[in-house]
């Protein structure tokens, strides 16, 4: 009879966000409509993911992004289609996106209280060979929205309000924290609706994971190259850990909070900041991985306490198991 309730009773992800407004009565469901606007782009990147191959979007789309990367179609169109779903939204101020050099300012008119930075396709060099890639973002709220600058933007990421991401694999898969926990919703088509499948997830204290490009190994620092040597040839009698490694951070990260270990994007003598970038990659991922009891360390501080200066700035990142990561802070913390 259990089963027979739960299947009419639908918790989707519009129904699980507003109990979650009566927490926060004074928010009168404004975050409710811009997550469903968020959703909404979601689906339509999904739709537009699965049919790809056909519908030839596979490939370049000609551009270079602020980011000195060939924009590929998929990056374009689901860039334009977060933006455009944002702004209708009416409740936001300050969009930050991956694809766009500058911050877009929304009109007075259509201004609401929130910033949202994102990653509108994250993992684009797999498109092409159809291996998961996702959506990440992060939603801030602005303390005057008729006075807004870029500062709103440059907040350290324990201020954000949520963060989430959507992964677009075998399924689709919305994970999202509003501040008490991490739920994943799967998209059921048949629907057109995400259903609460992982309620309250919690990351593994520890992991026989760890998920790193061994090819820029060369480059690593001295406490980076240790660490990964721990992993593979362990001093204490310990099982070496296993390399998961996707090369689509949304992939990596959804793997790592639900069979636990260690995801590792360190600095190295090329790109001394690391590759992936602080308000749409590394901030909402340390969100959710501390949500779900893990932690996000940048090599020097907890990932959340960064206060950026720049909006497409990068840093070095070291997130997963709480256990996995306060072996990282002990070897890093002994080379400070
Ligand atoms: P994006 O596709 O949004 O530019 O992000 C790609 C990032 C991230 O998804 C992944 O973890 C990382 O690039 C992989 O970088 P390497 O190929 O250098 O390992
Ligand atoms: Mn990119
Ligand atoms: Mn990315
Ligand atoms: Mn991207």
């Given at each position: 009879h259990e089963a027979e309730a739960h299947r009419t009773d639908l918790m989707t992800i519009t129904r699980y966000v507003l109990n979650e407004q009566s927490r926060h009565p004074e928010s009168r469901g404004d975050f409710s409509i811009l997550l469903s606007h968020i959703v909404l782009g979601c689906k339509f990147v999904c739709s537009s993911v699965n049919k790809a191959g056909l519908a030839k979007?596979?490939?370049?789309?000609g551009e270079t992004n602020v980011q000195g990367e060939e924009q590929k179609k998929l990056d374009v169109l689901s860039n334009e289609v977060f933006v455009k779903a944002l702004i209708s939204s009416?409740?936001?101020?300050i969009l930050v996106s991956e694809e766009d050099e500058e911050a877009t300012f929304v009109d007075p008119p259509l201004r609401g209280r929130y910033c949202v930075v994102f990653?509108?396709?994250?993992?684009?060099?797999n498109i092409d060979c159809g291996v998961s890639i996702g959506t990440i973002f992060g939603v801030y709220m602005v303390k005057d929205k008729d006075d807004v600058t870029l500062d709103e933007v440059?907040?350290?990421?324990?201020?954000?309000?949520a963060a989430g991401y959507c992964m677009y694999g075998s399924s689709c898969t919305l994970v999202l924290s509003t501040g008490s926990g991490v739920n994943g919703f799967t998209l059921d088509p048949s629907l057109g609706e995400f259903i609460?499948?992982?309620?309250d997830i919690k990351i593994p204290k520890k992991g026989k994971i760890y998920s790193v490009n061994e090819g820029n190994a060369k480059n690593w620092d001295g406490p980076t190259t240790k660490y990964v040597e721990k992993c593979k040839f362990?001093?204490?009698g310990a099982s070496p850990k296993s390399l998961r490694y996707i090369g689509s951070m949304v992939a990596d990260v959804h793997r790592t909070l639900l069979y636990g270990g260690i995801f590792l994007y360190p600095a190295d003598k090329k790109s001394p900041n690391g590759k992936l970038r602080v308000l749409y990659e590394v901030f909402p991922m340390s969100f959710l991985m501390e949500q779900a009891g893990g932690q996000a360390f940048t090599g020097k501080q907890r990932a959340l306490d960064l206060v950026p200066t720049k909006i497409h700035q990068r840093s070095p990142i070291f997130l997963g198991s709480y256990d996995e990561v306060e072996e990282i802070k002990a070897l890093m913390e002994q080379n400070l």
């Open positions: 979007l596979i490939g370049l789309a009416g409740r936001t101020c990653d509108p396709l994250d993992g684009s060099s440059l907040q350290p990421g324990k201020n954000m309000l609460l499948t992982h309620p362990p001093n204490d």
